[in-house]
Nanobody, 126 residues
Framework: QLRLVESGGGSVRSGGSLRLSCAAS????????IGWFRQAPGKEREGISC????????YRDDSVKGRFTISIDDSKNTSYLQITALTPEDSAVYYC???????????????????WGQGTQVNVSA
């Protein structure tokens, strides 16, 4: 059973940066697609970015791609989400997810991911 544990969230001021981490245990995840989603209060959960160990990353849109950087360290079974230029609109619970690769590249659909972490809270103040 794959288990995901996020860390690195916290409270920061607008313009600041954070690096979220997702540590996997239970199985080696080099056979999975890894993704990051977030959910703000009163809003739907949204995918931010995903990555496949064999190569290839997907970002939700260009605005995300400019501020969010996803990466994985297979030697540590850990994924990272670097976030820069944080704004209050980035305040949310951030989730790390994993799922089997199905298509030619990872996709940002929560239906594709069977394993979810407990989430890490990010609060950005103005």
């Amino acid at each position: 059973q794959l288990r995901l544990v996020e860390s690195g969230g916290g409270s920061v001021r607008s313009g600041g940066s954070l690096r979220l981490s997702c540590a996997a245990s239970g199985v080696t995840w080099d056979h999975y697609d890894i993704g990051w989603f977030r959910q703000a209060p009163g809003k739907e959960r949204e995918g931010i970015s995903c990555i496949r160990s064999s190569g290839g990353t997907v970002y939700r849109d260009d605005s995300v791609k400019g501020r969010f950087t996803i990466s994985i360290d297979d030697s540590k079974n850990t994924s990272y989400l670097q976030i820069t230029a944080l704004t209050p609109e980035d305040s949310a619970v951030y989730y790390c997810v994993a799922g089997p690769p199905v298509f030619g590249q990872c996709v940002l659909s929560n239906k594709m991911y069977f394993f979810w972490g407990q989430g890490t809270q990010v609060n950005v103040s103005a």
